[in-house]
């Protein structure tokens, strides 16, 4: 089955312990995105990538990183996470060629 | 700068009757216009696009959209409501950065309330 998958579902850590966020996916696609969700501020991108590699910022990066080793592998990773970083995280991909996005089904992140 | 507005938090609908989930849309050029909609506890769901062509997309689950030029709106709509089209709905349009880069700008969002 084509997906996008995203690990943990959930995640409760405390103030400055790092963590990482993996996403995969296996439809072999170039492009890969970050995005968190927010009440009342629908999905922010903070990073994507368009091949290996290749990444770059999008509206939302400060407090986050990113790597592209693999094409099919995109973590998202919190060096020293903060309250303000509480959120839910989706990860994205898509073919260069098709604007349609393949979401993951997300994680919850608290920092406390 | 490109972006898209949902102008209804909420929007409440009786079962079997048609729903408007309203979107407007601010590009420079051509725009690539999408619906998604997000159930609970789920990631987002691809409902359907307009890239070019015919101004009425039909996509998932009975969805179909009207593209409208002149007032830049790109409004969802479905004629008859079910109570499991309950959910949030995100309108978006894609962003070109030129050299095939670019991404999806998402609306705040509007949660459809379909009551029975």
């Known amino acids: 089955e084509a997906q996008v998958t995203q690990n943990p579902r959930y995640l409760i850590t405390v103030t400055g312990k790092k963590l990482t966020v993996t996403c995969s996916q296996n439809?072999?696609?170039?492009?890969m995105s970050w995005y968190r969700q927010d009440p009342g501020l629908g999905l922010r991108q903070i990073y994507y990538?368009?091949?290996?590699?290749?990444?770059d910022k999008g509206d939302v990066p400060e407090g986050y990183k990113v790597s592209r080793k693999e094409k099919r592998n995109f973590p998202l990773i919190l060096e020293s996470p903060s309250p303000n970083q509480t959120s839910l995280y989706f990860c994205?991909?898509?073919?260069?060629?098709?604007?349609?996005?393949?979401f993951g089904s997300g994680t919850r992140l608290t920092v406390v | 700068a490109q972006s898209v507005a949902q102008p209804e938090d909420q929007v409440n609908v009786a079962e079997g009757n048609p729903l408007t989930v309203k979107c407007t849309y601010s590009?420079?050029?051509?725009?690539?216009l999408f619906w998604y909609v997000q159930y609970p506890n789920r990631g987002l769901q691809f409902l359907l696009k307009?890239?070019?062509?015919?101004?009425l997309v039909k996509g998932s689950y009975g969805f179909e959209a009207e593209f409208n030029k002149s007032q830049t709106s790109f409004h969802l709509k479905k004629p008859s409501a079910l109570v499991s089209d309950s959910a949030l709905y995100f309108c978006?349009?894609?962003?070109?950065?030129?050299?095939?880069?670019?991404?999806?700008?998402f609306g705040k969002g509007t949660k459809l309330s379909v009551k029975p």
């Open positions: 994205a991909s898509s073919s260069t060629n098709n604007y349609g996005y393949t």
């Open positions: 439809m072999n696609h170039e492009y």
């Open positions: 590009v420079s050029g051509n725009p690539y």
């Open positions: 990538s368009m091949n290996v590699e290749v990444t």
């Open positions: 978006a349009v894609y962003r070109d950065y030129g050299g095939s880069q670019g991404n999806l700008i």
């Open positions: 307009y890239i070019t062509g015919d101004n």
